[in-house]
């Protein structure tokens, strides 16, 4: 799903900068959870946490097994401890508001416990994009 791209530079008190990443993570055994309407609703948790961390999302796909994320942050912005919170929050909310997913998941867990990550430069920022939006059509 494509959202804005972002400026340029965005410009803070004291600094200027430009960071985007490109952030995957899959399901626990890659299992296939986010199906129908449970998609929809990850999306738009996403999105609100996301916001919530001052997170700009620019391209976001969510599969069956794995969720794609192209977000331009702040560099005060500790990744490690936002992608733990996107995660931990996301799973924590998604058992409560569909329990029958843990029946799914050997252990009760969603999430692997790893993730990617990867810093995206101006001259890839396109292909990042076009690559996670047609991750559906693959």
């Known amino acids: 799903m494509y959202f804005s791209m972002p400026k340029d530079v965005t410009h803070g008190r004291g600094y200027i900068y430009s960071l985007q990443y490109h952030i995957v993570w899959v399901t626990k055994y890659r299992k296939p959870i986010f199906v129908g309407e449970i998609e929809k609703d990850v999306r738009n948790y996403l999105l609100e946490t996301l916001k919530s961390l001052d997170m700009v999302p620019i391209a976001m796909e969510i599969m069956p097994d794995h969720i794609h994320l192209l977000v331009d942050c702040k560099p005060q912005l500790r ?14 909310w998604l058992f409560l508001a569909h329990p029958e997913i843990k029946k799914k998941l050997w252990g009760g867990h969603l999430w692997n416990p790893s993730y990617f990550v990867a810093t995206v430069s101006d001259r890839t920022l396109e292909q990042v994009k076009k690559y996670i939006d047609n991750q559906k059509t693959k």
Do not use: W
């Not at 490690?80 to 996107?86: E, G, V």
């Open 79 to 92: 990744l490690s401890d936002a992608i733990k919170i996107l995660k931990g929050n996301t799973a924590r």
